[in-house]
């Protein structure tokens, strides 16, 4: 079993910056692709970017030049630097990962977080 763990969230200022960090933990034998989606009250879950373990990004145009997805493989650890942060950035963010399990079990699997709330407010 792998566990993905959200932490970095909180309350900030419109224009203020938050840095969410995501520590994939278990039985892992790699990870692939990871990555940040988000969900605001009475919203759908929605993507926010991705990176793969190469460190290739995709970012939703709605946060791109403000936000950062990066990660350290040897850390299982994926981050995602928010700047500028406006009202409507205000959700649950939640991290995924595609994790190939150790052997013998060697599959490829989807994990979520639980989910950390970034609130954008005055």
């Known amino acids: 079993q792998v566990q993905l763990l959200e932490s970095g969230g909180g309350l900030v200022q419109p224009g203020g910056s938050l840095r969410l960090s995501c520590a994939a933990s278990?039985?892992?034998?790699?990870?692939?692709?990871m990555g940040w989606y988000r969900q605001a009250p009475g919203q759908q879950r929605e993507l926010v970017a991705t990176?793969?373990?190469?460190?290739?990004?995709n970012y939703a145009d709605y946060v791109k030049d403000r936000f950062t997805v990066s990660r350290d493989n040897a850390k299982n650890t994926a981050y995602l630097q928010m700047n500028s942060l406006k009202p409507e950035d205000t959700a649950v963010y939640y991290c995924?990962?595609?994790?190939?399990?150790?052997?013998?079990?060697?599959?490829?699997?989807?994990?979520w977080g639980k989910g950390t709330l970034v609130t954008v407010s005055e």
């Open positions: 990176i793969t373990r190469g460190g290739i990004t």
């Open positions: 278990g039985s892992i034998f790699s990870i692939s692709d």
């Open positions: 995924n990962a595609h994790v190939w399990s150790a052997p013998p079990n060697y599959s490829l699997m989807e994990y």
